[in-house]
């Protein structure tokens, strides 16, 4: 993991612009949209957003095919990318998502901040908020790409449920809003892509770190890494509940196909080199987790860097297949398998993959629900 995260910063610093290529036009139906609330899409692990310099360099959503954010605006979509912390934990990462849009100071919560041993406060976006109006009439649409799902998801649950720990330890003329609950129907959609909802085998795979007792070496728990352990993403996933008054979609990928040996292979012609290794391994672990999960072989199939069945859905929510004619709100829509690398629906690095038509019509199918 750690060296796929090094080469993919290596990559990205390398790049100093970006090649435009020509736009197609969906053909949408805008006399059939019942809605078109804002869209915010929030990046991955070591990704970025439009408040970060190195977005108009190379644009996370788009990337070598192009802005992803000014094509959907030209299709008539309100959509803003958001900029959250690279590393840090969904509590965090879903804290700083509620300072952008809100235009407020980022508040990690006293008992968090305490707990963590890290400041309470973070970036002041009074004045600079990443969109115009939120609340229960203006409601917005969430999309997360990889770990962006685990953020989306906890921004979620706090807005509905609020937190105990957080509402004990401050006043009540001193708590964010964020943890007290009661605003669920302030989210229309959430949209997972390639998210790890129940963590990635790629952390149980290759060498395991040691710490000096000669224990297996985990990441500090206030960050992503020790969210996407499997472990850990399953109780994450026992506290994250879902609304019944959101839509829930998920987009899974895999960029694997079953050997002779009945092994999961890379398509390494179309797949990320950098993800290649990672993606062998995976395609051929089986084995428990320290809390004795058994990762079977239903885990094999991957993006190259997320197990293809863990991007479906969170275990402990209710979800069921696509069905065009059937979307209902309070369970995890899993739409069909995309045919990609866990970079392909971002729209690729070195293997170009046009994903423009793929969101102005998921977003258009969310317009008329």
Known sequence: MKAIISGLMSIIMMLASFLGIYAPKADLEKDKWNTNYTYVFVHGLMGWGEYDAIYKLMPYWGMFGGDLMKYLRKQGYDVHGASVAATKSAWDRACELYGQLTGTVVDYGKAHSEK???????????????????????????????????????????????????????????????????????IYSMTALAAPHNGTSSYNTGEVELDENGEEKMADYDTAAYDMYIDHALELNKKLSISDKTYYFSIPCSMTSKNEEGVWVPDESRMESLFVESSKEIGAYTGYTKDGFYIDESWQENDGLVNTNSAKAPMFNASKDFDAHNITKGVWNIMPVYHGDHMSLQGGMTKNNDVRLLYAEHLEMINML
């Open 116 to 186: 963590c041993g890290h400041d309470r406060f973070g970036t002041d976006y009074t004045g600079n908020a990443i969109i115009e109006k939120w609340n229960a009439e203006d409601k917005i649409n969430l999309l997360g790409h990889s770990f962006g799902g685990a953020t989306i998801r906890t921004l979620g649950y706090l807005m509905a449920k609020g937190d105990a720990d957080e509402i004990a330890a401050t006043s009540a003329d001193e708590i964010s809003p964020l943890f007290t609950g009661g605003k669920e129907d302030w």
